[in-house]
């Protein structure tokens, strides 16, 4: 089935308009939704949406409102909310462009849509606020009212592509400000700074694949279901001990050793290959 569009408008920078549509980038999920069920007869337990005056009711008899005092509520129709906005307010508008990294990643929302152009008549301009992206290193902070709310995004290029990333409004995230009480500032040595620093330089991922990332829980939880399902007995797996307290030079010391116990194989594979080209001048040496 062919994706799509969440959403339909414009890139407005300044007096150029991009015509967009926004696709969803989140793909299908695999996570498994459990019913809430009656212990004793195994039936699912139902929600009703019920009037406390007419009894239960169906959506369309269900309607948005403001409670302006005690009971007295005033009714909010989404289409006028929609009638108020102007065409500016449906539109992505880019406040200006700043450094990738300047947003830090805790103010990321994780709801993420690639915009594409709407036809030919916005592949031009799209292409050239993409290009101009990437020339200079930029991303764009912009606005945009979709889904009845008003939002702060984040405009990205990547692969031929523009993102839209939704960030959150600083009101609510908690800032670091909140916690700083709990952090304490221990004296640590200069020994123990260098070994920290060697592990880290040891453990580094010379090229991010995130396909190698499974989720390992959805996973075990099919073969649970599938089980139950099969009518198998579940057997726990055995139990690992337990990580022991130790120092934490022992500790930054025999971390180190794992991590460069990994590098090893490679070297090892690359050892046939030396002794075959030391072997072959060796040969030269004596047939010469």
Known sequence: ?????????????????????????????????????????????????VCPIHGELQADDIVSGYEYAKGQFV?????????????????????????????????????????????????RPYALLHRGMVDEERHAVAKVTMFGREHVVLLRPMNGLIVMSSLSFTNLVKQPDEFMDKIESPQISNEEIKLARTLIHASEIEKLDLTEYKDHYAEKL??????????????????????????????????LAQAQGKAEPEKKKMAPSARGRGERKQAKRKSG
């Not at 449906?90 to 709801?111: A, C, M, Q, R």
């Not at 797996?237 to 120092?247: C, L, Q």
């Open 1 to 49: 089935m062919a994706a799509r569009p969440s959403w339909k408008g414009f890139i407005r920078l300044s007096l150029v308009s991009v015509p967009v549509e926004a696709y969803t980038a989140s793909a299908t999920s695999n996570e498994i939704h459990l019913r809430q069920l009656h212990r004793e007869c195994n039936t699912p337990i139902n929600y009703r949406k």
């Open 222 to 255: 099919h073969e649970l279901i599938d089980a139950k399902v099969a009518g198998q007995q579940i057997v726990a797996p055995a139990e690992s001990e337990p990580p022991k307290v130790i120092d934490l030079m022992d500790a930054l010391k025999q971390s």
């Open 75 to 123: 009714i909010v129709d989404p289409n006028e909310m929609d009638q108020m906005r102007t065409e500016a307010e449906k539109s992505v508008l880019i406040d200006g462009f700043v450094e990738p990294g300047s947003v830090d990643p805790i103010y990321w929302s994780g709801k993420n849509y690639y915009l594409v152009p709407q036809g030919t008549a916005g592949a």
